[in-house]
């Protein structure tokens, strides 16, 4: 079982998406996209990861829909 990411990261990263800013399935590109918009390390590594753990599963979706 994985970590539980807080409502705080979770509600954050659905409005960033939303919003229309580009991110990968790539922990390392989203980190640095989201280091011109946070200043906390810890809460933008949380943020990259969950948007990079979303990103993979739309990709793996859309690969599995015909």
Same mark, same amino acid.
């Given at each position: 079982m994985g970590k539980i *990411?807080? &409502?705080m990261i979770r *509600?954050?990263?659905r409005i @960033? !998406? &939303?919003e229309?800013? %580009?991110?990968t399935p790539?922990? %390392?590109k !989203? *980190? &640095?996209i989201l280091g011109n918009l946070m200043?906390? *390390?810890? @809460?933008?590594?949380?943020?990259a990861g969950l948007l990079a753990k979303v990103k993979k599963?739309?990709?793996k979706s859309a690969l599995l829909t015909p």
């Open positions: *990411k807080s &409502k *509600k954050g990263a @960033l !998406n &939303k229309g800013v %580009e991110f790539d922990f %390392e !989203n *980190k &640095k200043s906390s *390390k810890k @809460l933008r590594n949380q943020m599963r739309e990709a």
